[in-house]
């Protein structure tokens, strides 16, 4: 469907354009006066500029033509030449009708649809998800459900650290610790066992132990980078350990992030560009595009532009060895060849943005990706606790996001009504669901870019602009609408005219749903849909507290309350979709 203000832009640029004027001279805003108006136009203050005429005279005959068509309620001159617009409640309602009948409530699909691998997610292999990955998975989950609604064909890629140091760390723990088992004998000819030789919480211990040892210790450190080195060439017994390592550890990572509410298309990693690196290392050398810079092989990507240093990207260290910046290169190469993507976004800590600034530069200059190829960094900042340093373990360590779940859980349950009577089964429906909504909402509502304070009582209250309140809100409206069924009415398809202002401000905020998932997704800032769906609620809550809708005697007012209340509910749950977060039946 069009959006409702595209209409009125539409009508009014026609009239400017009648009278002579150019035509974006007639667009429309929602006014910034609420209380003269719904909508206003101020096109004609440029146009005397352009024109040379009074913006008043303009303004009056563009408010001459408008004057007789059949959408306006109220329209008139204000100020030095605006145009304050009122529309009738007959073209809201029309425009409410058709929404509730449209699938996607009125959202437009994209005349251009593109496909866009969002790479999100980013867990490390052997390592525990923690709270540094939670915003990653976030934000990226939702950007990829925007970019579906509005009609593109997505890829997610959850891109795994897992060809990294870290796999050198544990190797050479497991030799330190069990230095018989047949991965270590050069000589073993053999098949290696299916089953790993260790499960997951084994190597939860295994490699912090790893990792303090190789810290502290040069040796341990010189072992554990000769692991990775091997493992990178090729090792027998080492790409044997590694698979079983890959393996233990996204069985469990698939589980934290269903828990998160968060799937993705592809599970590759790091190691997948392994096979692409010879090939485009050979194509970089046999174009002249690197050269050898104390034995290591490099890139310049620096401009005369730039307001700050851009080190060379390395592609190769001095004794051959990847590095981050090559498997990230690699990879862009691998999904062109496979994927033909119109545009890759990555959804990661902004900390990391030189480094993909030099990545991006690299496959731009080196014809690796061509002009049609948008890369795009979407770098958030830090989820901080209260002290405005990155969030920590009462003990200072890092918070595993499983604790950090619970944790969540735990709050959102003690402010349950306890006089309700929940069954166990209920309660951990509403504990998941409420919880995570406290998790991702608390973060989803703070701009991308920024880093934001997480605090639990906060999140997780049941009042202010929180997951939470948002639930609360659907879930009173889904109580009514089942209350309402009980009574038998069941009419309920069609709006009528509003009985009041609130129940007007309800219909234009509910109309606005396609330019908020439009903007929030033109913007990348799941931020914009969480300031939409609060203001929604609010209004509906204060629509829900001036009106007796269940007891109320003319029937035909109920049964239009009941089908607006339905449309929010089902703009809510859709809104919260979006983002990735689940309502409860009641709570
Ligand atoms: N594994 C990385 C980390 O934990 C994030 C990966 C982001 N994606 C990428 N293509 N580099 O920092």
Known sequence: MEKLIKILSGIVEGAFEKCGYERNFGNVTISNRPELCQFQCNG????????????????????????????????SLAGPGFININIKDSFIVDYLNDMSKDRKYGCPESSNPMTVIVDYGGANVAKELHVGHLRSANIGEALKRLLEAVGYKTISDVHLGDWGLQIGMIISELRRRTPELPYFDDNYKGDYPTKAPFTIDQLEEIYPAAS?????????????????????????????????????????????????????????????????????????????????????LVIDVAKETDTYTIPPIIILKSDGAILYSTTDLATIWQRVHDYRPDQIIYVVDKRQALHFEQVFRCAKKTGIINENLSLDFLGFGTMNGKDGKPFKTREGGVMRLQDLIRLVQDSVVSKLDRNKAYSESE????????????????DLSNQATKDYIFDIEKFSSFEGNTGPYILYTIVRIKSILRKAMEGKVNNIDKINEPYSQTERELMLKLSRFNEAVEFTFLEKAPNKLCEY???????????????????????????????????????????????????????
């Not at 203001?535 to 607006?564: A, C, G, Q, T, V």
């Open 533 to 587: 769906i609060y203001d929604l609620s609010n209004i509906f809550n204060r629509f829900y507290h001036e009106n007796k809708i269940i007891s109320e005697e003319n029937l035909k007012k109920k049964s239009s309350w009941l089908s607006l209340i339905s449309l929010t509910k089902n703009i809510l749950e859709t809104a919260l979709d979006l983002l990735g977060i689940e309502v409860p039946d009641r709570m």
């Open 212 to 296: 303090f040892l190789a810290k502290s210790n040069v040796e341990a450190m010189e072992e554990a980078r000769m692991a990775t080195f091997e493992l990178q060439n090729g090792r027998r017994g080492y790409i044997a350990l590694w698979k079983h390592i890959t393996n233990v550890s996204i069985e469990d990572l698939k589980k934290n992030y269903s828990d998160l509410n968060v799937e993705f298309d592809l599970w590759m990693g790091e190691s997948d560009s392994e096979k692409y690196i010879d090939e485009m290392v050979n194509y970089l050398k046999e174009n002249n595009h690197c050269y050898e810079s104390k034995g290591a």
């Open 44 to 75: 004609a203050l440029p146009a005397s500029k352009k024109y040379k005429k009074p913006p008043m005279q303009i303004a009056g005959e563009v408010l001459e033509i408008l004057k007789d068509n059949h959408i306006f309620n109220d329209i």
């Open 427 to 442: 309660i951990y429906d509403i504990a998941r669901k409420v919880g995570l909504s406290a998790l991702k909402y608390g």
